[in-house]
T-cell receptor, first 111, second 115 residues
Framework: QKEVEQDPGPLSVPEGAIVSLNCTYSNSAFQYFMWYRQYSRKGPELLMYTYSSGNKEDGRFTAQVDKSSKYISLFIRDSQPSDSATYLCAMMNSGNTPLVFGKGTRLSVIA | DTGVSQDPRHKITKRGQNVTFRCDPISEHNRLYWYRQTLGQGPEFLTYFQNEAQLEKSRLLSDRFSAERPKGSFSTLEIQRTEQGDSAMYLC?????????????FGQGTRLTVV
């Protein structure tokens, strides 16, 4: 079992839909949780990060972490065609450990 | 451009040849990371530096791979005797220190194709 599991999709939604992206993990030592967005042939860019359990909101994006279930989510409200990209979850034990990424979920938002 | 810069963007090489990639981090970022990403997968950690010191290497980094960061500025990743399995996107990231409040910025990557 990989440390971080993420459904690769692809996921296709109509413009304006609410998108839910999820990851599960097995390492209970993970404390920092991130979501990166990666456009085709580009490097990943950080969207959201959360420490430990809880929710964090930034504009149309909401990140949730449930450490008891080892489950994290990213919600995108009012999705736009420009949101079409691969979304990668990533996590780490502490600030001194490298990030462990999921496979990424490929999202297409159709106008 | 003040972002992380990687060179070249694309590299096609014959099996058995050596290749070297370069990463220029954001100025004053003391941490530099190398990741490898294959099609349909997330980035996998290879190694990282704090200043000029190489602090950690993944088991993915075989003896054919070597990374350097002389003077704690730019970094190079060399692959000797390339194999077809080395074909991937090689990503570099840099951050100012470590921890949750120091975002790691990624470069555009170097896409390696071994034929």
């Amino acid at each position: 079992q990989k440390e971080v599991e993420q459904d690769p999709g692809p996921l296709s939604v109509p413009e304006g839909a609410i998108v839910s992206l999820n990851c599960t993990y097995s390492n209970s030592a993970f404390q920092y949780f991130m979501w990166y967005r990666q456009y085709s042939r580009k490097g990943p860019e950080l969207l959201m990060y959360t420490y430990s359990s809880g929710n964090k909101e930034d504009g149309r994006f909401t990140a949730q972490v449930d450490k008891s279930s080892k489950y994290i989510s990213l919600f995108i409200r009012d999705s736009q065609p420009s949101d079409s990209a691969t979304y990668l979850c990533a996590m780490m034990n502490s600030g001194n450990t490298p990030l462990v990424f999921g496979k990424g979920t490929r999202l297409s938002v159709i106008a | 451009d003040t972002g992380v810069s990687q060179d070249p963007r694309h590299k096609i090489t014959k099996r058995g040849q050596n290749v070297t990639f370069r990463c220029d981090p954001i100025s004053e970022h003391n941490r530099l990371y190398w990741y490898r990403q294959t099609l349909g997968q997330g980035p996998e950690f290879l190694t990282y530096f704090q200043n000029e010191a190489q602090l950690e290497k993944s088991r993915l980094l075989s003896d054919r791979f070597s990374a350097e960061r002389p003077k704690g500025s730019f970094s190079t990743l060399e692959i000797q005797r390339t194999e077809q399995g080395d074909s991937a996107m090689y990503l570099c990231a840099s951050s100012l220190g470590a921890g949750i409040n120091t975002e790691a910025f990624f470069g555009q990557g170097t896409r390696l194709t071994v034929v």
